[in-house]
């Protein structure tokens, strides 16, 4: 059987769409190939948003609390009165100021939160995110170099006072532990 022309063009020109129907089938098979990894992320991305939830309101919510309700009123109460005390309560007040407001920061990211940990699409106000991180990290070292030398050194005057503070905290907290995330 011979061919004719017209048979021999619409073979030439029929072969073309094959191999663009396996470069599509390769491109999809590719990124079948990445779903592994890319599952492995979402899981760490869920893992870390629950424990995001969960550290911040089971941890840092009561550790607000703690310097609120044990850590600055008895640092205040055993400041000398005068420039002490008025720094004290200066740094007490702010601190107490950056607690509100990191804990509404926080209230507007949870809800995203939650629905990346129970696997829902979402976005992630990521600027919002950004700075609650900053926010912390700096309410965390205001805190670390102003009030608690401070305080240890206030304390530090009465050693059953230091005793008393440190024992209140530790009942409070005998059964939890922080947990990193991931």
């Not at 990211?109 to 926010?135: C, F, H, M, N, V």
């Given at each position: ?62 550790h607000h609390e703690d ?34 407001s990191l804990e509404k ?65 530790h009942i409070r907290h ?9």
């Amino acid at each position: 059987m011979t061919s004719s022309p017209t048979n021999e063009r619409q073979t030439r020109e029929a072969l073309p769409t094959f191999t663009d129907c396996h470069a599509g089938i390769v491109g999809h098979l590719d990124a079948l190939g990445e779903l592994d990894a890319l599952l492995a992320s979402a899981a760490r991305a869920r893992k870390i948003a629950q424990q995001a939830v969960e550290f911040f309101d089971e941890m840092i919510l009561e550790h607000h609390e703690d310097e609120e309700r044990e850590l600055f009123p008895t640092v205040r109460k055993h400041a000398a009165a005068g420039e002490e005390r008025e720094l004290v309560d200066s740094l007490c007040d702010r601190l107490t100021a950056d607690h509100r407001s990191l804990e509404k920061q926080w209230r507007a990211i949870k809800p995203q939160l939650a629905r990346i940990a129970a696997g829902k699409d979402t976005a992630l106000d990521s600027e919002a995110t950004a700075a609650l991180i900053a926010g912390y990290k700096a309410h965390a070292h205001f805190e670390e170099t102003r009030l608690l030398p401070l305080a240890a050194e206030i304390l530090g005057r009465s050693d059953a006072e230091l005793a008393r503070l440190g024992y209140a905290l530790h009942i409070r907290h005998a059964t939890r532990t922080a947990k990193p995330f991931g």
